[in-house]
């Protein structure tokens, strides 16, 4: 009995050190568990953190022109239209901490020659304004995409495809309500069920009619943006802007000179005459190779190019004062 009781303390005293050993073992455990749980905590804190530091403000600048108001005060209107966008975006986040990067597409050249004959602003106080509103803050920036088509399209429908699915942009402003064209593109992101993500700016009283039943939140930006577009071509030719420099005659679908300008300068610039649209009559049709001067000569048909007369006829004949002895057809024809 004295052996069994001797082994069965020895035994228990066993049983209590491993106790005290496992114990102590669970103990550091879970410490050691409380602070991989403080890690992971910290780590989602941190990620959660950089996943709302970025906000993205994309513009359409051949679409989106800022008001005439802000555009006629030059350096100074840009930096009020620069700090009037950042204001309410601001107040829109709710977060001021929140960062906000302005990007601003468009065809510099193109909009101010625009602006310029539609007589809203002249193209130096255009340049003014743009330097202002680049220099009112490190993320706000006007980028000149040039004059190819589409150009701004193009930019801006990948910077979307960079920016709206990353975690770290909490939100996207997108400044081209006025292009059905950019419908595609924001069909996308609404499939991903990214449509919080994306907020359109109103620009024109009227959003484009195949965005409107994006489900989009539509947000209006107050006294920065011109109501209405601009009725005028932003692109012309080289030879057109030659003729409008020369004569100060401008057409936004094509360039003509008035009847009172000589046959020869329509040659040189390569542009057709202004004609009258009208029905014809017999007192108004003209039988050019009835037309004769004197000696029997014909006279040019103004309505048509040197090349095409019958016969034809060449440009040197027309502007030099010599004349031109090798084409046969020349002596036919009534100089002018």
């Not at 990067?101 to 510099?108: A, G, L, P, R, S």
């Not at 309505?303 to 095409?308: A, D, E, Q, S, V």
Request: proline share 3%.
């Amino acid at each position: 009995m004295k052996l069994e009781r001797e082994s069965l303390t020895s035994n228990i005293g066993e049983l209590q050190a491993r106790i005290e050993q496992l114990e102590a073992t669970v103990a550091q455990q879970a410490q050691e568990l409380e602070s991989r749980r403080a890690e992971i905590e910290h780590l989602n804190q941190a990620q959660a953190q950089w996943a709302d530091t970025c906000a993205i403000c994309l513009i359409d600048g051949d679409g989106y022109i800022f008001d005439k108001k802000l555009l006629v005060n030059g350096y100074e209107g840009g930096r009020e239209a620069a700090a009037s966008l950042t204001k309410q975006l601001h107040q829109d986040l709710g977060n001021a901490s929140t960062g906000l990067w302005i990007c601003v597409y468009y065809n510099h050249l193109g909009l101010k020659k625009v602006l310029s004959r539609a007589q809203i602003v002249s193209e130096a106080v255009f340049d003014d304004f743009c330097d202002g509103f680049r220099s009112s803050s490190q993320l706000i920036h006007m980028m000149d995409v040039g004059r190819r088509k589409e150009a701004a399209d193009e930019k801006i429908k990948e910077m979307l495809r960079m920016f709206t699915a990353a975690p770290q942009t909490k939100i996207v402003y997108f400044g081209g309500g006025h292009d059905s064209g950019y419908a595609g593109a924001l069909s996308r992101y609404q499939n991903l069920g990214l449509e919080d993500k994306i907020v359109i700016l109103k620009g024109y009283d009227a959003i484009a009619y195949d965005l409107r039943n994006l489900p989009f939140r539509i947000m209006d930006i107050e006294g920065l943006f011109m109501s209405e577009k601009v009725e005028l071509d932003a692109q012309l030719d080289n030879q057109a802007q030659v003729s409008q420099r020369t004569l100060g005659y401008a057409s936004s679908n094509r360039t003509t000179l008035p009847a009172t300008a000589s046959y020869a300068l329509a040659a040189t610039l390569g542009v057709p005459f202004a004609v009258k649209s009208r029905s014809p009559s017999p007192s108004h049709v003209r039988h050019t190779s009835r037309d004769a001067g004197k000696g029997g000569q014909r006279r040019i048909d103004i309505l048509r190019p040197l090349h095409k007369q019958t016969p034809s006829i060449c440009n040197y004949y027309v502007l030099s004062s010599r004349g031109c002895r090798n084409v046969r057809a020349a002596p036919q024809y009534m100089r002018l």
